[in-house]
């Protein structure tokens, strides 16, 4: 697995960075490979909200700085780990910038896990922290909790502390495939699933959801309008499988057959039924309201560390 480490402070000793260094070496003991970024250390501007990246060309930022070291490997990373002392009861605002200029990119393309590491003078501080992690991570990206480590006062660069983040980083895994967020749609009384891939377009879908679409069977798919919303126009693919989920174009399509016959047109796949889903799909009238939602499976009872739940 390839892991990213945004470190937000600006002391090269400090308490932030022997965390990550702890953190970092159970990852690497497990096989892992791990990149970390100095924020605190590179030329990172705040974001200028021109939207050139969203309107001009697409993912890319128009500004010029060490950000664009960071985005390739955001693309290429499976985590991504936090890691800032509480200023304020929030993030260092050198790593805020970073966190910002993640908007150019949007969604970056493989990423799946996320992790918070947090020091501090004192408990009960972590509350602004806490919040852009869990919205913007966990929530607007959709990415599985891999825990928050806080440390603060005496617990820092302790050997209990450091001990039980290179536990952590070593009980890291890759990630897995049945445990990403599933797209539901629903006819009536009939439902089924379908893993959302990491496309751009199923990242915003997943953000959109729950919609309801209506639309008719045309022989090879369900074919609905749906308002047009974010998608890169290089990941569509020329094709189809039969089961494959698109959204793009203004349209929610459900392809359930005619893949020998699909090489002409270019389609923005976001998720895939499984056979027995497709064959349910079939055999729907011929005009169907669909309710579409999303099921996160490792968004429920998650756990973190004893000093968030004490936050």
């Not at 890691?83 to 970073?98: E, F, R, T």
């Not at 890169?232 to 793009?248: I, L």
């Amino acid at each position: 697995m390839n892991i990213v480490i945004l470190n937000g402070s600006p002391r090269p000793s400090g308490n932030t960075a022997a965390m990550v260094a702890a953190y970092r070496e159970g990852a690497e003991q497990a096989g892992h490979h791990v990149t970390v970024f100095d924020v605190c250390r590179m030329r990172i501007a705040g974001c200028l909200a021109c939207e050139y990246c969203h309107t001009k060309e697409q993912r890319v930022c128009v500004q010029k700085d060490d950000m664009h070291e960071i985005y390739p490997a955001l693309d290429a990373a499976d985590m991504l780990v936090l890691a800032s002392p509480v200023y304020y009861h929030g993030l260092s605002g050198q790593l805020k910038c970073a966190v910002d200029r993640i908007y150019a990119p949007g969604y970056p393309r493989r990423l799946r896990k996320a992790a918070l590491l947090l020091s501090s003078g004192s408990t009960g501080v972590y509350d602004g922290a806490l919040y852009t992690y869990r919205q913007s991570f966990l929530g607007w990206l959709h990415l599985e909790d891999m825990g928050v480590f806080t440390a603060a006062g005496d617990e820092n660069k302790s050997p209990e502390l450091l001990e039980r983040l290179r536990a952590a980083g070593a009980a890291l895994t890759d990630p897995d495939d049945l445990n990403v967020p599933r797209l539901v749609i629903r006819a009536g009384d009939v439902a089924v699933r379908a893993p959302l891939n990491q496309t751009q377009a199923a990242r915003d879908l997943m953000n959109r959801l729950p919609l309801t679409v209506s639309g008719i069977n045309s022989g090879v798919d369900y074919c609905c309008e749906l308002k047009e919303g974010s998608f890169d126009e290089a990941e569509k693919q020329q094709g189809w499988t039969d089961g494959d989920v698109s959204v793009a174009d203004g349209w929610f399509a459900l392809l359930h057959s005619g893949q020998d016959q699909s090489q002409d047109y270019r389609v923005m796949v976001v998720a895939h039924l499984d056979e027995e889903a497709n064959e349910t799909i079939r055999a729907l009238p011929e005009q169907v309201t669909f309710e579409l939602s999303l099921e996160e499976p490792y968004l429920a009872g998650v756990v973190t560390t004893q000093e968030d739940a004490q936050s």
